[in-house]
């Protein structure tokens, strides 16, 4: 395939001789700020109609740096983010990483115990939060030493009328309780005003740019430590791979900031190619058809549960797509009947592509395979990123398999992490150097290669369950759900959902002298909502007197999981 070097930058860091692309040894900020220089007047984001070009981005990113320094950020002082994608949430991402400090990403709507959890093993001494997630930041701030919270509102950036409709409807139901820590957004960037020093950062490639958050398989989620060179890799590699993105191009980002898929591919290779990111706080499926006519995206990336609502959509009946490049899905696999219904979708909406599926892991940020543009193998994930590795080895060992068998997934590159935070254990299981020299991943997938180098997943060894393209982690579930004092254990397993895919079920055993009557159900449900994350709470709960044991005495989750299956009639 040719390329149009203007409209394919990544040749830029191409070497013909040697194959593969040279990745620059800068800043997230850095990479940025050479993007930006290159199309200065093109659309770098809009939210809500509101749009604004790339100088105009920059200008917004060095006043907020300057308002972190003269606030008393340090470089490498990790400072939370726990924001949906506003305008100030991606400001302040690379506003961090201008000063050369760390952005610790949390999901908005994690439980208290949760947000305290990221706050204490980040160490952060500053937070930039939405007020709804105010009040929980606010109870544990004292246990977190939190310094200050940079307060911002999804009507902040909103075009005038919309914010005075905001606040007549929703804005009316969110009440911040006061305290000495909290600033308004407008406060924050009015006090580094007055600053004047020059912003001199040392921040290289093999730098963390941020911390995002995987859930552990047992125990609390694991920090993972991203560095400027995973995330520039990944925008570098993404283009490469998609072989279709245009400066211009808009893109509708669904997948949240503190999502890798979101942060990594939505906002940073979009930036990074000159493409307008459409922010969007919230998603959903009921509105999909508005969003797709008012904004017409030539870019989608989502998780196969926004195209089982494309589908679905009945008013999207005779409208025209043929705005629409690319489309990808990651996050989960994505069905092979799925896909045939997408692609028959798109080509009845004047749309003549296929939905191509990426796979990847947040411990790479995201995506590190994906099918090719005009190429499909029925099942597959696709083929490796450029100067990305991937093979085959017997679970757990080094000793990679032929072609066609199954084994474990196991990957190496430039956008493999650092490692988990202040976990070296976990981190010496997952990253391990071959004799070849390279350090590769153990993903905990399985799966194979044929011979053309197609990658095909298969199943998770590790116990998880994708709900929304959220995972949801069995063992930190039960640990919450078992520290109720009127539990005895609880294990928790993944049932079929009609829209989800998967959602979450609780089996209960109850301590001696208790029942397992309503009371005791909402008890332990609304304990759960207290320390769950939404998206995290157990969609059903079944008490049982005892729960399946295997040879071993561990609870049998297999055979729950087995009883589901048949009782819903399910192969």
Known sequence: MEYDKKKAPWLKYYDEKKRFLKYPDVSVYTFLK????RHPKEISYEYFGRKKRY?????EIDECAKAFLALGVNPRECVSICMPNVPEAIIAFYAINKIGAIANMIHPLSAEKEIEYYLNVSHSTYVVAIDIAVNKINHVCKRSGIKKCIVVSVKDSMPLPMKVGYMLTKGRKVKVESSDILMPWRMFLQGGKGYDQPINSDYRGSDVAAILYSGGTSGYPKGIELTNLNFNALALQSEAACGCLSQGDRVLSIMPVFHGFGLGICIHTVQYFGGTCILLPQFSAQTFHKLLMKYRPNIIAGVPTLYEALLKNRKLDGCD????????SGGDSLSVSLKHKVDA????????????????LTECVTGSCLTPINDYREGSIGIPYPDTYYKIVKPGTEEELPYGEEGEIVLSGPSVMKGYQEDEKETAATLRKHVDGLTWMYTGDMGKMDEDGFVYFKQRIKRMIISSGYCLYPSYM???????????????????????VQVAKAFIVLRNGYEPDKEVQEEIKAYCEENLARFAWPYE??????LPKTLVGKVAYSKLQEEERKKNGEN
């Open 34 to 37: 050479e993007a930006a220089d």
């Open 55 to 59: 100088w105009q981005f920059m200008e």
């Open 321 to 328: 797509l043929s705005f629409l490049k690319c489309v990808i």
């Open 345 to 360: 979708f798109l080509h009845a909406h004047g749309a003549p592509i296929q939905i191509r599926e990426g796979y990847g």
């Open 478 to 500: 039960e640990n919450i759900i078992d520290s109720h004092p009127k539990v005895l254990m609880s294990c928790v397993i993944g049932i079929a959902h009609p829209y989800k």
């Open 541 to 546: 709960y079944e008490f049982r007197k005892e």
